[in-house]
């Protein structure tokens, strides 16, 4: 593009440079072959060099635009961070049978959230058990026994996506 500009400037600069006397008159197009095609090349690449700088322009403020209105989108469909959720497992033993009621307490709710909750049993490393998000937060396992490692892992689902997780060895 400023090169363009240059050979207009250069042309132009040449071609009152020959005719410095007559600089003030009004432009008269010439009449001989030579110095109208130096004429017309000189407008023509003048003409050149403004398409190009408008071409330039228009395409960088597009490019602007395009940049900016996509920013705008992406800012607009990104959803909000998760609100991370802090878990509390409160085990019940019923003395009578034995059973063990686990019920997970979120610490640190969200107002007017709605959870859903999740649970597995695990005896010996091995998933037994297992209880899918539902809106209790509590379940009821069998007396674990005594010479057996057994673990639950509560999981706890708000409406808005956060999910937590919790391991307490019973």
């Given at each position: 593009?400023?090169?363009?500009?240059?050979?207009?400037?250069?042309?132009?600069?040449?071609?009152?440079?020959?005719?410095?006397?007559?600089?003030?008159?009004?432009?008269?197009?010439?009449?001989?072959?030579?110095?109208?095609?130096?004429?017309?090349?000189?407008?023509?690449?003048?003409?050149?060099?403004?398409?190009?700088?408008?071409i330039v322009v228009v395409t960088l403020i597009t490019l602007q635009i395009s940049s900016r209105e996509r920013r705008r989108q992406i800012n607009a469909t990104t959803p909000p961070p998760p609100h991370e959720l802090k878990l509390e497992l409160k085990t019940v033993?019923?003395?009578?049978?034995?059973?063990?009621?686990?019920?997970?307490?979120?610490?640190?709710?969200?107002?007017?959230?709605?959870?859903?909750?999740?649970?597995?049993?695990?005896?010996?490393?091995?998933?037994?058990?297992?209880?899918?998000?539902?809106?209790?937060?509590?379940?009821?396992?069998?007396?674990?026994?005594?010479?057996?490692?057994?673990?639950?892992?509560?999981?706890?689902?708000?409406?808005?996506?956060?999910?937590?997780?919790?391991?307490?060895?019973?």
């Amino acid at each position: 593009m400023f090169y363009y500009w240059y050979l207009a400037y250069i042309t132009w600069r040449d071609y009152l440079d020959t005719d410095r006397e007559n600089i003030l008159r009004p432009l008269e197009i010439p009449t001989d072959s030579f110095t109208f095609k130096f004429f017309m090349n000189n407008i023509a690449l003048l003409l050149l060099a403004v398409f190009i700088t408008y071409i330039v322009v228009v395409t960088l403020i597009t490019l602007q635009i395009s940049s900016r209105e996509r920013r705008r989108q992406i800012n607009a469909t990104t959803p909000p961070p998760p609100h991370e959720l802090k878990l509390e497992l409160k085990t019940v033993t019923n003395p009578e049978t034995g059973q063990v009621r686990v019920e997970t307490i979120i610490q640190n709710p969200v107002r007017d959230e709605r959870y859903t909750y999740a649970f597995y049993l695990i005896v010996d490393g091995v998933r037994t058990t297992v209880r899918w998000h539902e809106e209790t937060p509590f379940f009821v396992i069998p007396r674990p026994s005594a010479n057996k490692k057994t673990e639950v892992l509560a999981f706890a689902k708000s409406e808005s996506g956060s999910l937590a997780t919790l391991r307490q060895i019973l």
